[in-house]
């Protein structure tokens, strides 16, 4: 009883509050080597193999920028609808822990490569919300420390330093999400932009991008910020909803109740579903930031720039209304079918070729999706062609096939890969659209069944459908439908 009225009073006290949410993504680029030196970034080579004096941080190592991780930042900044700096300055943020080599990390500071962008995403009353990027920098990631799995782990932590020194860029957006829903899908976004532009594999599980939230609550109406938490630790997309969702419940349950919330570091427990302190602010670190000596600042030139928002390949909001604008589709199914782009491409090259793009785009999201998901394939290696799923749309539209025979020519298409034009020849599969063999068929019914002739037409209309069945019999279910129907009428009168 008591939980009862407590849940209501604090979902009263929810629609007083607006949760102000901004987020720290970093994405890990995919270049193929690390970004001050020329060591392999491929995850998963043992321990410490993929190494060298610069990622090490041995005294003397001196290191040198990879161009590529330059040009992945640059698109990737440009995508987000950002100014490039012409020059921007690496920094050393100075902090010490194991998985640190060097003692310090190199980053960039007050001079970021990129700033004042913004990613649209669906607003939930329709619509869309620019959401702000206040800026994107590039920096190293750092080593891995391993507590566990050593058989004296019990005493001692290893360090994996592989990891040292691969290229990230850290997008910090502005605090304009206004509920975890929108951060989610701010998210998502943004993932399937880095996705498009070939930047990075944006594996969560390999933690080749990485989430972290500033979530604070303030009266509706109320123009001045709450004071923030940060939160840590949101290795998955749900992770970040579930932790958003229980930290701006607790900070109203802190205000609703006369206190005050702390401004602090907290990291979110997968197995609780809470957020725990992890560190106030007050014993925060000071990074002591300063230019780094050892790299010259870094020039982007408008030419170089430009040169690279060139390459920039059509983004998903962009497809998305193209796909909408010229198939017809409706947002629903563009949303779906530009999930990535090889799905896209895929459902383009059918529907050129098709008079029906909305039947092309069902069985894509339909029974090729279904089927891919049962064996486990994907569409580069599934034995659909595009083409093929035009042909099988042309073949029910041209009244060759029912939709539902039309189900076992893709089973067996899928399974063979053979055309589905074909397979309806050799499967026996080909409707009865001729009108005069019809015709024969249902005189012969008729002279078969002159009783229910007698019924029907004294007024037993439903008898139709008795009719209709046994042209079916007789055809093996092969006649046209819509055909079988028109001759009846006439025919029955
Ligand atoms: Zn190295």
Redesign the pocket.
């Known amino acids: 009883m008591s939980t009862t009225i407590a849940q209501t009073s604090l979902t009263a006290a929810a629609e007083k509050y607006e949760p102000v949410i901004g987020l720290e993504v970093h994405v890990q680029l995919n270049t193929a080597t690390?970004i001050f030196?020329?060591?392999s970034t491929r995850f998963g080579a043992p321990a410490n193999s993929q190494?060298?004096p610069?990622?090490?941080g041995l005294p003397g190592a001196l290191p040198v920028l990879n161009r590529e991780a330059v040009v992945k930042a640059v698109r990737a900044s440009l995508a987000l609808n950002c100014q490039i700096n012409e020059r921007s300055v690496f920094a050393r943020k100075n902090y010490f822990y194991p998985d640190l080599p060097k003692g310090y990390q190199i980053s960039q500071y007050d001079k970021p490569i990129a700033e004042h962008g913004w990613l649209e995403v669906d607003a939930k009353n329709g619509g869309t919300h620019k959401i702000g990027i206040t800026r994107l920098h590039m920096e190293e990631d750092a080593g891995k420390n391993m507590h566990e799995g050593f058989a004296d782990s019990h005493q001692f932590s290893y360090v994996d330093l592989n990891r040292a020194?691969v290229p990230l860029v850290e997008i910090v957006s502005e605090p304009d999400m206004r509920s975890p829903e929108e951060a989610y899908e701010y998210l998502t976004r943004l993932k399937e932009i880095m996705l498009y532009l070939g930047v990075s594999d944006c594996n969560m599980e390999e933690g080749s991008l990485r989430c972290d939230a500033n979530v604070s609550v303030r009266l509706r109406g109320a123009e001045k910020f709450g004071t923030k938490a940060e939160i840590k630790n949101l290795n998955s997309f749900r992770y970040l909803q579930r932790a958003l969702e229980y930290e701006i419940e607790r900070q109203i349950g802190v205000l609703e109740s006369g206190g005050r919330v702390v401004q602090e570091t907290r990291l979110f427990n997968v197995s609780e579903g809470k957020t725990f302190p992890m560190r106030s602010k007050e014993q925060a670190h000071d990074y002591r930031y300063f230019p780094e000596p050892d790299l010259a600042p870094l020039i982007v030139s408008s030419a170089w720039r430009d040169e690279l928002a060139a390459t920039l390949p059509e983004l998903p909001r962009q497809k998305r209304n193209r796909l909408m604008n010229e198939y017809g589709l409706t947002a629903y199914d563009a949303d779906v079918l530009t999930v990535s782009q090889e799905l896209a491409d895929y459902f383009e090259a059918a529907a050129k070729g098709s008079k029906n793009p909305k039947a092309v785009a069902n069985w894509i999201m339909g029974d090729l999706t279904a089927h891919m998901k049962a064996t486990n394939t994907t569409l580069a290696d599934t034995k659909v062609r595009p083409n093929q799923i035009a042909e099988l749309a042309a073949l029910i539209d041209e009244g060759a096939i029912s939709g539902k025979m039309a189900k076992d020519v893709f089973a067996k298409m899928a399974e063979s890969g053979e055309p589905p034009r074909s397979l309806v020849a050799s499967m026996g599969l080909q409707q009865v659209s001729d009108p005069a063999a019809l015709e024969k068929i249902i005189d012969e019914i008729m002279a078969a069944n002159p009783k229910q002739l007698e019924q029907y037409r004294g007024g037993k209309t439903p008898l139709f459908a008795f009719f209709v069945g046994q042209v079916m019999k007789a055809t093996k279910g092969q006649a046209n439908p819509a055909l079988v129907n028109d001759l009846l009428k006439a025919k029955l009168g």
Request: with cysteine; proline share 0%; hydrophobic share 20%.
């Open positions: 690390k030196c020329g060591c190494t060298c610069v990622c090490l020194g």
